[in-house]
């Protein structure tokens, strides 16, 4: 996997994370799948964002945290495991739930990752992404402001790609909604390049650029920023 060690998390925090209010629908979508009593792996934890909500959302829930970044598990303030997903480090069929966010694109051997995901799996369980696919990008409003990021998405795998080179099978696929800010100004406010894998592939010129065709939208539009991620939900061949 791919590591932000050299991008500040406390920049991170600023331009990724999300209130929990702004990612209730994520709540309700993966609610089938933390039933009371499973244990949850978080593989690429990052910052935490998604072991607060689940430990708010779904409390008689285990969240076990994975992180390959120094800097993000510092940031994070939470217990969290040094790994990745080529090296996961718990034990062999301890885990119900496999949960990756915006994650899938930084695995370099999806192979690998795959054979690791059915180590630490009980038998039935399943692998939920919260992820931006190659050829499903419609709901990305940053897109608008930053055409040029969609080059960016050439270094992203399909739907068929993800669950092909973990060797899983498609058992769910829908898009989600979120607030990922209260407004475009909001949103003008965190945007940070070096925190966004999309941003990071532009030059400062066309980051620039694209700055102020937000800042001059935000001058005029209100309302929420509604951002959509495609759940994916993986099983192994022959689950239920």
């Known amino acids: 996997?791919?590591?932000?060690?050299?991008?500040?998390?406390?920049?991170?925090?600023?331009?990724?994370?999300?209130?929990?209010?702004?990612?209730?629908?994520?709540?309700?979508?993966?609610?089938?799948?933390?039933?009371?009593?499973?244990?949850?792996?978080?593989?690429?934890?990052?910052?935490?964002?998604?072991?607060?909500?689940?430990?708010?959302?779904?409390?008689?829930?285990?969240?076990?945290?994975?992180?390959p970044s120094a800097d993000m598990r510092r940031a994070s303030g939470l217990p969290m495991l040094t790994g990745d997903a080529a090296a996961i480090p718990v034990p062999d069929a301890s885990v119900d739930v496999v949960w990756m966010s915006t994650v899938v694109h930084h695995v370099r051997d999806?192979?690998?990752?795959?054979?690791?995901?059915?180590?630490?799996?009980?038998?039935?369980?399943?692998?939920?992404?919260r992820s931006l696919f190659r050829e499903r990008h419609g709901g990305i409003?940053?897109?608008?402001?930053?055409?040029?990021?969609?080059?960016?998405?050439?270094?992203?795998?399909?739907v068929d790609e993800v669950a092909g080179g973990l060797g899983f099978a498609v058992r769910r696929l829908e898009a989600v909604p979120q607030v990922t800010a209260s407004s475009l100004a909001d949103k003008a406010s965190t945007l940070r390049q070096e925190a966004d894998t999309l941003l990071r592939a532009l030059s400062a010129e066309e980051f620039a650029a694209g700055r102020e065709r937000l800042l001059a939208a935000a001058a005029v539009e209100s309302g929420p920023v509604v951002d959509h991620l495609d759940l994916l939900v993986l099983k192994t061949a022959g689950a239920v």
């Open 110 to 129: 999806l192979a690998a990752a795959g054979a690791e995901l059915r180590r630490v799996l009980r038998p039935g369980g399943v692998v939920l992404l």
């Open 1 to 67: 996997m791919t590591r932000y060690d050299d991008v500040e998390a406390s920049s991170y925090r600023v331009a990724r994370e999300i209130s929990l209010e702004g990612l209730a629908p994520w709540r309700d979508a993966v609610a089938p799948y933390l039933l009371p009593g499973r244990t949850v792996l978080d593989l690429g934890a990052g910052t935490g964002l998604f072991v607060r909500a689940f430990g708010t959302w779904f409390p008689e829930v285990s969240v076990v945290a994975v992180e």
């Open 141 to 158: 409003g940053l897109f608008r402001f930053f055409p040029e990021a969609v080059r960016a998405l050439s270094g992203f795998p399909t």
